[in-house]
């Protein structure tokens, strides 16, 4: 055997060792940021993730086929700092990266992945991590801003804004936890609602002719809905709580 070819041989074998030993262990303080294919605001999201849970946390990272290809790796790297990292390839091995984690972070959902999930089409990686995740109770933290401003824009369609609210509800009634650019309060709304206060300075710091979507139990002060009025903000309160803040 050539020289080269036996010194690519041992280094593919090592490759595959390390990966394996890698996937087999455990970890309880693990958080798995899976990562679509949008770039929309995802590099203050990650300092925010960053910032919540590098403390008590290490960060496993999980791609989506087109997450792999349009996202700057090295740049991601550099704000979490992963342990480790899987991409499409993974989804032979979910069943052991099931066993790596507690808490699952999607800081860019996309429309595919998140009708995947709810339709119960789960044939891309992201898609089953994400199912798989509800399905067994872990914690799954989700933000919907990529898919309630597809291309970085809100749409003016009833029709088209009724279906994603539909399919966001419905994987918020799976057990999945909203998390709400750019305040990210890893909480269980469910549970402790009452936590999210909107302040007029929090407003301030939103562009104008924007949605903001809030979890249920919002408050959201009057001087905050004044500046919201002002700066062409529509602020939208999950469905269940509608009736209770008009």
């Given at each position: 055997?050539?020289?080269?070819?036996?010194?690519?041989n041992?280094?593919?074998q090592?490759?595959?060792?390390?990966?394996?030993?890698?996937?087999?262990?455990?970890?309880?303080?693990?958080?798995?940021?899976?990562?679509?294919g949008?770039?929309?605001?995802?590099?203050?999201?990650l300092?925010?993730?960053?910032?919540?849970?590098?403390k008590?946390?290490?960060?496993?990272?999980?791609?989506?086929?087109?997450?792999?290809?349009?996202?700057?790796?090295?740049k991601?790297?550099?704000?979490?700092?992963?342990?480790?990292?899987?991409?499409?390839?993974?989804?032979?091995?979910?069943?052991?990266?099931?066993?790596?984690?507690?808490?699952?972070?999607?800081?860019?959902?996309t429309?595919?992945?998140?009708?995947?999930?709810?339709?119960?089409?789960?044939?891309?990686?992201?898609s089953?991590?994400?199912?798989?995740?509800?399905?067994?109770?872990?914690?799954?933290?989700?933000?919907?801003?990529?898919?309630?401003?597809?291309?970085?824009?809100?749409?003016?369609?009833?029709?088209?804004?009724?279906?994603l609210?539909?399919?966001?509800?419905?994987?918020?009634?799976?057990?999945?936890?909203?998390?709400?650019?750019?305040y990210?309060d890893?909480?269980?709304?469910?549970?402790?609602?009452?936590?999210?206060?909107i302040t007029?300075?929090?407003i301030?710091?939103?562009?104008?002719?924007?949605?903001?979507?809030?979890?249920?139990?919002?408050?959201?002060?009057?001087?905050?809905?004044?500046?919201?009025?002002?700066?062409?903000?529509n602020?939208?309160?999950?469905?269940?709580?509608?009736?209770?803040?008009?």
């Amino acid at each position: 055997m050539p020289k080269g070819d036996l010194v690519s041989n041992v280094m593919n074998q090592l490759s595959v060792k390390l990966n394996s030993t890698a996937v087999e262990s455990r970890n309880k303080n693990n958080v798995m940021v899976a990562l679509n294919g949008s770039n929309i605001n995802l590099e203050s999201k990650l300092e925010n993730i960053h910032l919540k849970f590098s403390k008590d946390y290490d960060f496993i990272l999980a791609y989506s086929f087109m997450a792999s290809r349009i996202l700057d790796k090295g740049k991601i790297n550099t704000y979490l700092r992963p342990k480790q990292s899987f991409e499409e390839e993974a989804i032979f091995d979910l069943d052991r990266h099931l066993d790596l984690f507690d808490v699952l972070i999607c800081p860019n959902l996309t429309v595919n992945t998140l009708s995947k999930v709810v339709l119960g089409t789960i044939d891309t990686y992201l898609s089953n991590l994400i199912w798989a995740s509800l399905y067994l109770g872990k914690k799954v933290y989700i933000d919907f801003d990529n898919c309630r401003n597809y291309l970085n824009i809100a749409t003016t369609n009833k029709a088209i804004q009724n279906q994603l609210d539909k399919k966001i509800n419905e994987i918020l009634s799976m057990g999945a936890n909203e998390i709400v650019y750019p305040y990210y309060d890893f909480y269980d709304i469910k549970e402790n609602y009452s936590k999210m206060v909107i302040t007029e300075k929090d407003i301030d710091k939103l562009k104008d002719n924007h949605s903001l979507h809030l979890p249920y139990g919002s408050i959201v002060t009057p001087l905050a809905r004044d500046k919201a009025k002002d700066k062409n903000i529509n602020i939208v309160i999950d469905v269940e709580a509608k009736n209770e803040f008009r």
